[in-house]
């Protein structure tokens, strides 16, 4: 089976940075496409950054610039580093792949940015 495990959410002040990271098994991890998603309250979830197997990196407009997703192949695990955090990033940060046809998903973490 596929799991993914999100940790490294948590409460910071605005400008501030956190590391989260997506930990994998079940997958051939180095061949994979990995992707962060964020959810808020009331809001859709959104697609935040994505990485694919040759490390080519996109991002959304409004992250671009301050978040920077990478990949550690001998762990199988999947980062976000998040810098300059801003209240509108507040949400629950979610790791997800394509796996069998089928979309997987971590658990989330939550991530709070004060002002």
């Known amino acids: 089976q596929v799991y993914l495990v999100e940790r490294g959410g948590g409460l910071v002040q605005a400008g501030g940075s956190l590391r989260l990271s997506c930990a994998t098994s079940g997958i051939n991890f180095k061949i994979y496409t990995m992707h962060w998603h964020r959810q808020a309250p009331g809001k859709q979830r959104e697609l935040v950054a994505t990485?694919?197997?040759?490390?080519?990196?996109n991002y959304t407009d409004v992250v671009a610039g301050r978040f920077t997703i990478s990949r550690d192949n001998a762990r199988s695990t999947v980062y976000l580093q998040m810098n300059n955090l801003k209240p509108e990033d507040s949400a629950v940060y979610y790791c997800?792949?394509?796996?069998?046809?089928?979309?997987?998903w971590g658990r989330g973490t939550q991530v709070t940015v004060s002002s």
């Open positions: 990485i694919n197997s040759s490390g080519n990196t």
């Open positions: 997800n792949c394509k796996a069998r046809g089928r979309d997987v």
